[in-house]
């Protein structure tokens, strides 16, 4: 490539700074013999071209490398390009080898991989070259798409080893549970038989209580109609006791003012009265019917002297 023909590449300052970076490795091998700007620049280009190697890689799949090369032709026009349309089998294997090696896995089935990568992407290779032939289309396979494939894989079988260990850690969380589950069962059924004499005494006991709780709850029912009657009986007491009391109550109300006439006619008594009565020898009859009740009320017998 002709650095030269790429104009303005760099700006007047650092052309100026190239040129004295040149300048010592120019006199060191005597050239450059006046030192001038451009012999130090035209010094430059030519380390450039010879030492200066760019690697450019495209892949030929899709417009974009027509693009680029329309673009810049001098990809084409100033470059050395080695096509590698397709790997022999030996880089096929080699490379699928160093991918592959990265994986768990036993040395059988890693080889067992590494034929069946390098299997289909020969074969889709010859069937890219067939589907071309018969159709007039052309379909790459290049290296990048064997890697592609090779990291498809990786991935695919990452993704169903998670899936396989999550089946597997379900399953032994379920035969772990199953296991202690069955354990837990033989021991409650071990229970269950050293339960089931006391379980006999138990039910043969209540029964009784059973029949003793039937009789008792009979002559419950004897008693509460019993108990019935004599509500009955006791309620008719009351009822005419409540009349007796009404009517005592009554005779009591119309009693009330007598009473105090009396209590009012006691409390007019003195002790020269009782004197008096004390020293009549014949008292009058009024004074005789008074003592004889007062001695009723008392419940002291009445004697006559």
Known sequence: MNTGEVPNIFAADEKADVCELVRGPAKEEERCPEGTPAQLFGYFLERCKKLLHIVLAFSPIGAAIRNRIRDFPSIVNCTTIDWFSEWPPDALQAVAKKFLGEIQMEDE??????????IFHSSTAVGAAKFE????????????????????????LGEKRAEVMALKNRYGDGYECLIGTESKVLTMKQEIIDLQPILVTTGEETAKKLIVVAKETADADVIKTSVGIEEADASKIAAEAN?????????????????????????????????????????????VLVTSVVCMFMGIKAEKV
């Open 109 to 118: 089935v890693r080889e067992n991989c590494v034929n069946m990568v390098q």
């Open 133 to 156: 032939a018969e159709l007039g289309r052309i379909y790459y396979v290049t290296p990048t798409s064997y890697l592609e494939l090779i990291n498809t894989f990786k991935t695919l």
């Open 243 to 287: 009349a007796i009391k009404t009517d005592c109550e009554t005779q009591l109300a119309a009693a009330i003012p007598a009473l105090k006439a009396a209590e009012d006619a006691v409390n007019c008594i003195t002790k020269g009265d009782i004197a008096q009565l004390k020293g009549m020898a014949t008292p009058p009859a009024l004074v």
